[in-house]
T-cell receptor, first 113, second 113 residues
Framework: DAGVIQSPRHEVTEMGQEVTLRCKPI?????LFWYRQTMMRGLELLIY????????DSGMPEDRFSAKMPNASFSTLKIQPSEPRDSAVYFC???????????FGPGTRLTVL | DQQVKQNSPSLSVQEGRISILNCDYT??????FLWYKKYPAEGPTFLIS?????DKNEDGRFTVFLNKSAKHLSLHIVPSQPGDSAVYFC????????????FGTGTSLTVIP
């Protein structure tokens, strides 16, 4: 299996622009997670899905953040409008069940100028 | 508030010596703990786990120790190798309830040849 695939790997944008991060989980995995890595809080869970349904989005920092999972093989994390404090590395991870070991993608490094 | 804490942001160890990485948690409901390893520009990868019914789990050079009364776990790497240089994240979950994983802020290990 190719593992979890994320795109783009790097994104540089200007404040106020819309940013869309994409994730393809491992085939057969039923749970998908979006994390943000910061120096202060480490790996911070933003939202996770079970069987394409959002289960817990309490980590989504603001209404500017939204996530969708239209099918079992694709998810997006959107930030609109983006702000400089959103600059971080965003990881997508998947697992067979929500309590199982998670497999991470390579991450998207987002820079908002 | 951080439910999983790694109080040492960095650690340097000579090649061949033991590396000890520490992690503390606050939630007594946590019953499953993992360590992830992360190289630059890559996503975290699963390293080793331990259930709360055990106090030690060993996998080759890696051993995780769990002290439930102190709400503390540690990862021992013996002997340390230069290839072990990476950021190590501790994570915990209340697995029996299918809860999410909570990650620490990471410890950057440097093994000096």
């Amino acid at each position: 299996d190719a593992g979890v695939i994320q795109s783009p790997r790097h994104e540089v944008t200007e404040m106020g622009q819309e940013v869309t991060l994409r994730c393809k989980p491992i085939s057969g995995h039923n749970s998908l997670f979006w994390y943000r890595q910061t120096m202060m809080r480490g790996l911070e869970l933003l939202i996770y899905f079970n069987n394409n349904v959002p289960i817990d989005d309490s980590g989504m920092p603001e209404d500017r953040f939204s996530a969708k999972m239209p099918n079992a093989s694709f998810s997006t994390l959107k930030i609109q409008p983006s702000e400089p404090r959103d600059s971080a590395v965003y990881f997508c991870a998947s697992s067979f069940l929500s309590a199982d070991t998670q497999y991470f993608g390579p991450g998207t490094r987002l820079t908002v100028l | 508030d951080q439910q999983v804490k790694q109080n040492s942001p960095s650690l340097s160890v000579q090649e061949g010596r033991i590396s000890i990485l520490n992690c503390d948690y606050t939630n007594s409901m946590f019953d499953y703990f993992l360590w992830y390893k992360k190289y630059p520009a890559e996503g975290p990868t699963f390293l080793i786990s331990i259930s709360s019914i055990k106090d030690k789990n060993e996998d080759g050079r890696f051993t995780v120790f769990l002290n439930k009364s102190a709400k503390h776990l540690s990862l021992h790497i013996v002997p340390s190798q230069p290839g072990d240089s990476a950021v190590y994240f501790c994570a915990a979950s209340a697995m029996h309830t299918g809860n999410q994983f909570y990650f620490g802020t990471g410890t950057s290990l440097t093994v000096i040849p």
